[in-house]
């Protein structure tokens, strides 16, 4: 059986990091995780080739090699996927659809051939025994959470590594959270379920046999979700292998505010490696913390937690949200504040989107307020349902708020407030590569020389030499991180 996997194509936006991968000749930042997983669960002896159509060009004649071709998706591709669709039909291909998008919105694509729905561990080998006995349905749904022990390493060759900026590891699936506008207890379940360390270990050395010696994103939607099992048996051997190993990645994951409270857990990841993490900010505003279900952020000084968890070793990326039901012309300017004392220097800032099936769609659809099906890019200006502010005052407000944060000056001095709370990690050893070389000088060029920013640039780069020369490589980073955003939003 000869398979093709397909990953379609991203929209620009915050998270595609396009305009700073450039700066190291990289085209996408993740390899499809999900994709590889999958891949690693068909039969040895089937002919595998995977197109990444973010980093390559899927062309007729991989489509017409395949007897099927292997879909998955996020909500955010959903514009890519009907146009793969439409040309997998005019090629006569077979389509076995499966991911975040299509377990969502199975309705939407009774056109395709089989959907295997839910977590692949459960449903993939269903689909396997109908394929072989000659009668595969047309829809796969899974009826539980899949055991996490079951999941198999990831087949990596099948990915064009020097292609991306970051490889990807997952150890756990769910969080005990339930903020009403977010998809992941829908999708992954409200009980974490993890790896033992001895998968993850496995990971590890799949990642580093293939040479990679970058970053790792652990893609757990709540790393932190089950402390107590990483405290005990996973950080403390994923730090004896890093030290066995002479540091050869960093790691960067997602988790809930309240790492902030566990001086240990952070030391534990620190120690380990890891020295980025993102946050779910989301919103300053009490009672919008309160519509949309966030309950552990509030009644807590979120400024602090963030200083706290930058103070430890570990640079917070926030995700920040405007448009809840709550909010008033106020929380523009209190966004603004809040991201520019924390020294958050990433922000991810969107518009509310309602997401299907989550707690905010349902509640939407009795209100008779939702407009369209979302297009799971929060950063275009667009809602998918009616807000209680009224809409043009809201998306001008948000240009507002990304055009001041993005803007030179204050990215710049966001940086530095960030560098003054940082406290590096002292046991990670940089790996220096030709690509961060190239880096480097291309942003001497692009933004020393050609952008508008070049004053704030240059001051940024003379300050860190002379206060935080250790932290010179991350200040780099950062300002070549602002770029793609101001270039996202033409700031």
């Known amino acids: ?28 930042n993740n390899p499809p995780l999900g994709l590889l997983t999958v891949a690693a669960l068909l039969p040895k002896d089937w002919q595998l080739r995977m197109v990444d159509c973010n980093v390559g060009r899927l062309k007729d004649r991989d489509i017409a090699w395949a007897d099927y071709v292997f879909l998955s998706a996020m909500n955010s591709q959903r514009d ?35 959907l295997v729905l839910g977590e692949a561990e459960i449903t ?30 990831p087949l ?13 590891l997952q150890y756990s699936r769910g969080c005990p959270y339930n903020c009403d506008f977010c998809d992941i207890t829908l999708l992954c379940g409200r009980v974490p379920r993890t790896k033992t360390a001895l998968q993850v270990l496995h990971e590890l050395d799949a990642i580093y046999r293939t040479g990679w010696r970058e970053q790792v994103f652990f893609t757990d939607d709540n790393f932190i979700g089950n402390k107590a099992r990483l405290k005990r048996d996973i950080l403390p051997v994923i730090g004896r292998w890093m030290a066995k190993k002479r540091w050869p990645f960093t790691f960067m994951t997602q988790a809930s505010v309240e790492l902030a409270d566990d001086d240990e857990l952070m030391a534990l990841m620190v120690q380990a490696g890891f020295d980025s993490v993102f946050v779910g900010i989301e919103t300053t505003d009490q009672g919008s913390l309160a519509e949309c279900g966030k309950l552990q952020n509030r009644g807590r000084d979120l400024m602090a937690s963030v200083r706290r968890i930058q103070q430890a070793g570990l640079l917070v990326t926030g995700g920040f949200i405007v448009g809840f039901d709550h909010d008033t012309g106020s929380i523009f300017d209190s966004q603004i504040r809040f991201i520019q004392q924390s020294g958050i220097t990433t922000a991810m800032v969107g518009l509310l989107q309602a ?17 369209t099906i979302s297009s799971g890019v929060n950063t275009d200006f667009t809602m998918n349902f009616t807000p209680t502010m ?64 070049r004053r704030q640039y240059w001051g940024l780069f003379f300050w860190t030499i002379f206060t935080r020369p250790k932290l010179f490589p991350m200040a780099i980073t950062l300002a070549i991180y602002g770029y793609h955003f101001r270039r996202i939003f033409e700031c």
């Open 124 to 153: 993939l080998p269903r689909f396997l025994d109908d394929l072989r006995g000659g009668h595969p349905r047309h829809l796969y749904q899974a009826d539980g959470w899949a055991d996490m022990a079951a999941s198999p390493v």
């Open 390 to 453: 009224n809409l043009q005052d809201l998306q001008s407000g948000y240009k507002r708020i990304v055009q001041t944060i993005y803007a030179p000056g204050n990215y710049y001095q966001r940086i530095k407030t960030f560098l003054r709370d940082y406290r590096p990690p002292r046991l990670q050893h940089p790996h220096l590569s030709m690509d961060r070389l190239f880096a480097f000088v291309r942003s001497i060029v692009v933004l020393g020389i050609w952008s508008k920013e």
């Open 355 to 371: 997401l299907p099936k989550t707690n905010l769609y349902h509640r939407l659809k009795r209100e008779n307020r939702l407009t």
């Open 1 to 28: 059986m000869k398979i093709l996997l397909v990953y379609p194509e991203y929209p620009d936006t915050f998270w595609s990091f396009k305009h700073a991968l450039k700066f190291i000749r990289r085209k996408a």
């Open 156 to 168: 990596l060759r099948l990915a064009k590594l020097k292609k991306y900026a970051s490889m990807s």
């Open 80 to 114: 890519a996927v009907a146009i793969l669709l439409d040309r997998c039909r005019r090629l006569g291909a077979k389509v076995v659809a499966g991911g975040p998008l299509f377990t969502a919105d199975p309705q939407d694509y009774g056109r395709i051939d089989h």
